[in-house]
């Protein structure tokens, strides 16, 4: 157990804690710069595409961890962040600008859609939201001139700086692309959560009423985080496109935006380390599983074991560890450090009581 | 005649998408909790039926059979609340609308483990055929399929009304700390609740069966009946009968004259369009509380 000794206001909201996490941190960087040494490409394929869940998922837990809002429409957004992208791609605009430009794209359309919908509370937001996403694959569909409907798009090469980056000639230039974006929204996840409107964030889920009172405008945050969310969901929906190779309606389907609902929650809501370890078990879940069933012997693809097994994960999850894998570790870090002073209760939520959402 | 026609198919359709949405009304009156997993239910209910009535399986006589189904469905449902939703009980929707969505995934994975996935026809005596009449063709189960739904409605409508046990589920739904107070069990009767949502579930999975083929993906209907709820004012229990009324007879008049592409989107958007102009729906339950 460390203490700190605080001599300074702003030792409360650093960025690191104090050296140690920092340093743990930087190793962390060094080994994530190093991977590509370490694993031969099929593996560091595996790893980018691990990054690029994380990214998604990062957009949707600034609105689901932080701000409380459930949203089951993120893949219309990450739909909407891959076609922007890639159009604009596709009319010369160089990648960084088109990459950038998309996530202000979805960001701009996804606040403009909350503005309506967050009048909607909980059950009705998640319904609005779940009927977007299907709306979107439809849409899609119809917008044939420009998304070539179920035919879908191939993904063009990416052009950093007249350097071309292909995932099968280059994939270790493709990580270290998703590295830099995960760098990016990670740090500015990070800062934003320090900031006020982070604070207003949390106040928000936590309890709108005395959000209120303090003087948070609650529609304005939750418009505010609607957008920034879609806008990193944009980001990562146009590297998960680009990095797919080819793509159509199907790929952004409501389905996706359940997995990522789901792939938070097993994470840990409201942690950004949860973003990352969701990341991990909804990428090497489905490998896990064929190794598994080729194990067994039984060599055909069983379907829907895919989702069918998570679902059994994240029920297992909800009843025994709502605080997802981040929140285990925490607790067992808890335990490690107060030895032996640690005590079973130290986590318990208090007991609530529900009241009808039909009477406000 | 080609207005009746569609109109006819549209509401028998409607009633189906009515029953799910009854479903997840009885669970949101009395448990505040949404069940995702509703259309799943119905799946499987029409499957559980299947598996008793049709003769590759057990092959019971479907009368003999149906008091079975619904005792099974609804033992499944109070144990899903004992095992699953009681440890919820009390917390955020969040973590109720991800446990039933994983709950459906479940549930579909395990039917078509168990039944396969493949189009199967139930051998329901709701499946009559089709009447002439004039230039008009009535498919019979069309008809029985609405019948049955109003009666259900009907029935359910009384039960909320009238019963002891109908005002005390309501009265777990508004405060359940309240209802505590007033010496209702209520961690019983959200268990009673879900007994009789996958009974209704279970009369939806027939009647839906009765229409036509059945795979394991029949659950995501489970989406339009949201619709359906919605549009009705969720907590309404004609108000969901009637939204999957509306979105029942939308479908087919949209997909006759409306491009192609656009006729899917139709329900959707009314979703979406009542959501923004009435967002507590047609028959809206929320009231301001006077204090």
């Given at each position: 157990m460390r203490f700190h000794f605080k001599t300074d206001y702003d030792q409360d909201i650093r960025l690191f804690e104090d050296g140690w996490t920092f340093s743990l941190y930087a190793a962390l960087l060094v080994l994530a710069l190093a991977l590509p040494l370490m694993i031969d490409p099929f593996f560091l394929g595996e790893a980018t595409n691990v990054l690029i869940w994380a990214i998604a998922g990062l957009g949707l837990m600034l609105l689901t961890g932080q701000t409380g809002q459930v949203s089951l429409g993120h893949s219309a957004f990450m739909a909407l962040g891959c076609y922007s992208c890639v159009l604009m791609m596709e009319a010369n605009v160089p990648f960084v600008v088109a990459f950038l430009l998309a996530g202000v794209i979805t960001g701009v359309v996804g606040a403009l859609i909350a503005i309506p919908a967050l009048k909607l509370h909980g059950v009705y937001l998640a319904i609005a939201t779940l009927a977007l996403a299907i709306l979107a694959d439809d849409i899609i569909?119809?917008?044939?001139?420009?998304?070539?409907?179920?035919?879908?798009?191939?993904?063009?090469?990416?052009?950093?700086?007249?350097?071309?980056?292909?995932?099968?000639?280059?994939?270790?230039?493709?990580?270290?692309?998703?590295?830099?974006?995960?760098?990016?929204?990670?740090?500015?996840?990070?800062?934003?959560?320090?900031?006020?409107?982070?604070?207003?964030?949390?106040?928000?889920?936590?309890?709108?009423i005395s959000a209120q009172a303090m003087g948070v405008n609650v529609a304005q945050t939750k418009t505010i985080a609607?957008?920034?969310?879609?806008?990193?969901?944009?980001?990562?929906?146009?590297?998960?496109?680009?990095?797919?190779?080819?793509?159509?309606?199907?790929?952004?389907?409501?389905?996706?935006?359940?997995?990522?609902?789901?792939?938070?929650?097993?994470?840990?809501?409201?942690?950004?380390?949860?973003?990352?370890?969701?990341?991990?078990?909804?990428?090497?879940?489905?490998?896990?599983?064929?190794?598994?069933?080729?194990?067994?012997?039984?060599?055909?693809?069983?379907?829907?074991?895919?989702?069918?097994?998570?679902?059994?994960?994240?029920?297992?999850?909800?009843?025994?560890?709502?605080?997802?894998?981040?929140?285990?570790?925490?607790?067992?870090?808890?335990?490690?450090?107060?030895?032996?002073?640690a005590r079973k209760d130290m986590f318990k939520r208090q007991k609530s009581y529900l009241k009808t959402e039909r009477l406000r | 005649?080609?207005?009746?026609?569609?109109?006819?198919?549209?509401?028998?359709?409607?009633?189906?998408?009515?029953?799910?949405?009854?479903?997840?009304?009885?669970?949101?009156?009395?448990?505040?909790?949404?069940?995702?997993?509703?259309?799943?239910?119905?799946?499987?209910?029409?499957?559980?039926?299947?598996?008793?009535?049709?003769?590759?399986?057990?092959?019971?006589?479907?009368?003999?059979?149906?008091?079975?189904?619904?005792?099974?469905?609804?033992?499944?449902?109070?144990?899903?609340?004992?095992?699953?939703?009681?440890?919820?009980?009390?917390?955020?929707?969040?973590?109720?609308?991800?446990?039933?969505?994983?709950?459906?995934?479940?549930?579909?994975?395990?039917?078509?483990?168990?039944?396969?996935?493949?189009?199967?026809?139930?051998?329901?005596?709701?499946?009559?055929?089709d009447v002439r009449i004039g230039e008009l063709v009535l498919g019979l189960a069309d008809i029985a399929v609405i019948i049955v739904t109003l009666i259900m409605t009907f029935l359910l409508w009384q039960f909320f009304q009238r019963t002891k046990m109908g005002l005390a589920m309501q009265a777990a739904s508004q405060n359940q700390m309240a209802a505590y107070y007033m010496g209702i069990p209520v961690k019983r009767i959200q268990g009673m609740v879900w007994a009789l949502a996958g009974i209704v579930a279970a009369v939806a999975g027939i009647l839906y069966a009765s229409k036509g083929a059945l795979d394991p993906t029949a659950g995501f209907i489970g989406i339009k009946a949201f619709a359906a709820a919605v549009i009705g004012g969720f907590g309404s229990l004609p108000g969901a009968l009637l939204g999957g009324l509306i979105v029942g007879v939308i479908e087919p008049f949209a997909s006759r004259y409306l491009p192609p592409g656009w006729s899917q989107i139709a329900p959707y958007a009314l979703l979406i369009a009542v959501l923004l102009f009435r967002p507590h729906g047609l028959f809206a339950q929320v009231r301001a509380k006077k204090v």
């Open positions: 569909v119809l917008l044939k001139e420009w998304t070539d409907g179920v035919n879908g798009k191939m993904s063009p090469p990416i052009d950093l700086f007249g350097y071309e980056i292909s995932r099968w000639n280059n994939p270790i230039e493709w990580y270290y692309l998703t590295l830099a974006v995960v760098l990016m929204v990670t740090l500015f996840y990070r800062n934003l959560l320090r900031a006020p409107l982070g604070r207003a964030f949390a106040a928000v889920r936590d309890s709108e609607f957008g920034i969310s879609c806008a990193i969901t944009g980001l990562g929906g146009a590297l998960m496109g680009l990095f797919a190779g080819a793509f159509n309606n199907e790929t952004f389907n409501f389905l996706l935006s359940i997995q990522l609902l789901m792939m938070i929650v097993v994470g840990g809501l409201g942690f950004i380390h949860g973003a990352f370890l969701g990341a991990v078990v909804i990428a090497f879940l489905p490998q896990v599983l064929s190794m598994t069933t080729d194990l067994f012997g039984r060599g055909v693809a069983i379907p829907g074991l895919e989702s069918g097994v998570f679902g059994v994960i994240l029920i297992l999850f909800i009843l025994f560890e709502p605080m997802g894998l981040y929140g285990r570790w925490l607790k067992i870090r808890t335990f490690l450090e107060l030895f032996p002073f | 005649m080609e207005v009746l026609q569609l109109l006819i198919s549209g509401l028998a359709n409607g009633c189906v998408y009515g029953l799910i949405a009854l479903g997840f009304v009885l669970i949101y009156k009395a448990t505040e909790a949404v069940n995702f997993a509703q259309g799943d239910f119905m799946m499987l209910g029409a499957f559980v039926t299947l598996g008793l009535v049709n003769p590759e399986y057990a092959g019971i006589p479907f009368w003999l059979a149906l008091p079975l189904v619904f005792v099974i469905m609804g033992v499944l449902g109070y144990l899903l609340d004992i095992v699953v939703l009681r440890a919820v009980f009390g917390q955020s929707q969040v973590a109720v609308i991800i446990v039933t969505i994983a709950l459906g995934f479940v549930i579909r994975f395990a039917v078509g483990e168990i039944w396969g996935h493949e189009p199967q026809s139930l051998r329901s005596p709701l499946a009559l055929g």
